[in-house]
């Protein structure tokens, strides 16, 4: 309890000191409910995981009445609130701090309430900032004032003790809330371990098929690694792709990749049923955009090195489009235009409405809420999983929050969908490997990543292991030039930066365009790293039909930050003219217009230096926004063997019986560079076809 003081005041003390601004308002009187009672209403403040939280608590007759959050800007799914897209609030896959830590406050009258697992930055910032209310109570003044700034999320505070004085403030608050639940051994058909994008799309396929499901989730709530995707999908979409067209580079890429001299049987057969599909196409209408299921496997495969198993490439882009329709179906909205998302190296993708991954997490969640065959268990760990003594793998044991152990058993099977390990840095480091991994000069663990800390572990992995799993391609790691420069995290920036690669320019430091702007991911990171400070700068202007106006009202980046918030902060530089924005990112003008200059000319000759594909758009008017973006860890393409029915399998190549597996857990399908917009996809196919069989199995 003393180290659970200590943190909250000394974060309150380090609000204080940092703070530049007092609190205008620290009480409020309402009107007295009777002659005895009197309300009254304090303000608190404390940053949260993004930016601060503001809280309004009400105190009657010694007692907290109400505990209200009346500013914050917490991650949608994480610390805040989930909502889908007619704007209903979902809770079936776990409450967020925002909505559950003030209620629990109130229930307890304590201060004293575990974080939500997965959410700590957002519930301690709720608790401090509640705490800094009740000091206020107490003294009847401003005794701590609210910050403005925000604290760093590894923000590490240091223990300093307490006065008299504000122990005996707090103490009154600060008895231990008791919330304990049981659980006791169950089972189900089907068990998913992981409640991601693919342990929920897993959990609807197999209800779909008739099982009856339980999902283990260890954090507070579902959504993993998916909830903070750069939302897009990748399938090829003849409708949707009939405004795009073709071009001689585009025509030359794929004469490369049919003249390449196959690596074996299947790459072979591939190549000839995408030549006689160009046949085909061209003969009907040259000019248009040539797509179809087999050159986008073409491209997957050639696109990680043909490290890949192409079986299960085939499996994942011939059923993207079926994956693709089922999602909507289920409620997953796109946007009515087709973009060539960051590393899609095709226009094929579809950009999901809703901001980040929140509209694929929600819509599951629209389905699961109405199904009664599906359970979410959140708060609870899956250590480990065993065979039964008919060899057959069936029992998971859990831990819960408060450390009760437990085990589901499964009637059908087990599906494995914990997510990669991009999050667990002994792992990156020890799967880095010198001979096989592109990436062996770099220790792994001391780039950020675009991963939650709390999701991408690995677990899965040891878990399947332990089963006698193979794995595969473990020393292929993904990473993304589109890391913000704060901590790596994808999010505080305008929203084309993933899907309107056609409609942007990378820069370095100096002005200079330095790479393809539609490449592979691994390129482009290698090409960003040789660059001054290994930075560079995404350039946008106001043309193209993706442009979004950042002076409107509604305007926010992907993760919800306003206009003001972006530039002050430095996410992102606003000038109306090359010249105001040259000076402003320490440019040399003529440098950074003439790089314009001659990008705008190769998008009249359709022709580039670097080998861009992408001539949609110029680069002509303001405003022009520039983002700053470093290299974080993004994905890992390497994990448990399967088979194109989601089986794992073991180091003989045979099915381990009972168990399954789907999403950024599995290796073999991306190879050595995963193209954008094909981890969703991933996640969808795959977790679609383990939940089908899982069901039936
Ligand atoms: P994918 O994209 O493959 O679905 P995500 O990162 O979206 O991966 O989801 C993986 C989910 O699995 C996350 O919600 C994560 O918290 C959960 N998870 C990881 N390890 C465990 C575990 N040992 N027990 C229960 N849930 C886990």
Redesign the pocket.
């Known amino acids: 309890m003393k180290k659970l003081l200590s943190l909250f005041v000394s974060i309150l003390i380090t609000v204080s000191l940092i703070s530049c601004n007092v609190s205008s308002v620290s009480e409020t009187t309402v009107e007295a409910k009777s002659d005895t009672s009197t309300e009254s209403v304090f303000s608190g403040a404390a940053p949260g995981y993004n930016g601060l939280i503001e809280t309004l608590v009400t105190i009657d007759n010694d007692k907290i009445k109400d505990v209200t959050i009346t500013h914050h800007s917490e991650t949608p799914g994480i610390g805040g609130p989930l909502l889908d897209s007619s704007g209903k609030k979902l809770t079936v896959g776990g409450e967020s701090p925002i909505d559950l830590i003030p209620k629990m406050i109130v229930d307890n009258q304590s201060i004293n309430i575990d974080a939500v697992s ?1 959410a700590t930055a957002t519930s301690y910032g709720i608790l401090h900032a509640v705490s800094d209310a009740l000091i206020k109570a107490n003294y009847r003044v401003d005794a701590v004032t609210a910050a403005t700034e925000v604290l760093p999320p590894d923000y590490e505070p240091k223990e300093v003790d307490l006065s008299e004085e504000e122990r005996a403030i707090l103490d009154k608050w600060l008895i231990k809330a008791d919330f304990d639940t049981f659980h006791e051994d169950t089972k189900s058909d089907v068990v998913v ?9 897993a959990a609807i396929s197999a209800s779909e098929n008739g099982a009856n499901v339980i999902v ?4 507070g ?7 903070v ?1 750069g939302a897009i999908y990748n399938a090829p979409d003849e409708e949707m792709q009939k405004k795009l067209v073709m071009n001689e580079t585009k025509k030359e890429i794929i004469e490369k990749a049919l003249n390449e001299k196959p690596v074996n049987d299947e790459h072979k057969e591939l190549i000839d049923i995408v030549k006689a599909k160009l046949n085909e196409h061209n003969a009907k209408n040259e000019s248009e955009l040539f797509d179809s299921k087999e050159w986008f496997a073409l491209q997957t495969y050639n696109g990680g090195d043909k490290k890949a198993n192409l079986s299960l490439v085939k499996t994942l882009c011939y059923n993207s489009y079926d994956g693709l329709m089922w999602i909507k179906n289920i409620g997953v909205k796109f946007f009515d235009f087709i973009s060539q998302g960051a590393g899609s190296l095709w226009e094929r993708t579809h950009t999901n409405t809703m901001p980040m ?1 929140t509209g694929f ?1 929600s819509s599951y969640l629209d389905k699961i809420e109405s199904s009664d065959k599906i359970k979410i268990i959140t708060n ?4 480990n999983i065993k065979k039964d003594e008919s060899g057959k793998v069936s029992i998971v044991e ?1 831990k819960d929050k408060y450390g009760n152990l437990f085990n589901i058993s499964a009637n059908k099977s087990i599906i494995i ?4 390990f991009s999050a667990n840095p002994s792992m990156l480091d020890n799967y880095n490997t010198k001979d096989s991994s592109i990436w062996s000069d770099i220790t792994l663990s001391t780039l950020p990543t675009t ?2 800390t ?7 992995i040891e ?1 399947g292991k332990n089963v006698g799993a193979a794995l595969t391609d473990m020393s292929e790691i993904q990473l993304l030039y589109l890391g913000n420069l704060e901590n790596g995290d994808l999010t505080k920036y305008p929203p084309r930066c993933v899907n309107g690669t056609d409609q942007v320019i990378f820069i370095n430091k100096l002005g200079e365009r330095f790479t393809n702007e539609g490449g592979r991911r691994d390129d482009i990171c290698s090409a960003v790293l040789k660059e001054p400070d290994k930075t560079f700068y995404i350039l946008e202007s106001a043309d193209g039909d993706k442009y979004v106006d950042i002076y409107s009202d509604e305007f926010r980046s992907a993760d919800g930050f306003s206009l003001d918030y972006l530039i002050e902060n430095n996410f992102i530089y606003v000038a109306d003219t090359i010249k105001e924005l040259a000076e402003k990112l320490n440019m040399n003008p003529d440098t950074l217009q003439k790089t314009i200059d001659d990008f705008n000319s190769y998008v009249d000759e359709e022709s580039d230096p670097y080998g861009r594909t992408l001539f949609s758009t110029k680069i002509e008017h303001g405003p022009f926004v520039a983002t700053p973006r470093q290299v974080s860890v993004h994905h890992t393409m390497g994990g448990l063997k399967i088979d194109e029915a989601a089986h794992v399998l073991d180091e003989n190549g045979d099915i381990i019986e009972g168990l399954f597996a ?5 290796g073999g399908i991306h190879g050595g560079n995963r193209l954008g917009g094909n ?2 996809v ?2 969808v196919v795959f ?1 679609r076809i383990a939940g089908k069989n899982a069901a039936n199995p």
């Open positions: 997965g371990i992981g409640g991601g994008g693919a342990g929920l799309a283990i989730e260890k954090n709530e579902v959504g993993g690694d998916t909830l995707c991954g997490i609870t760990t899956a250590l859990c969908a914990t997510g990669g991963n939650r709390t999701v991408s572990g690995g677990d899965g878990m789907a999403g950024e857990v599995t981890a969703v991933d996640t977790g």
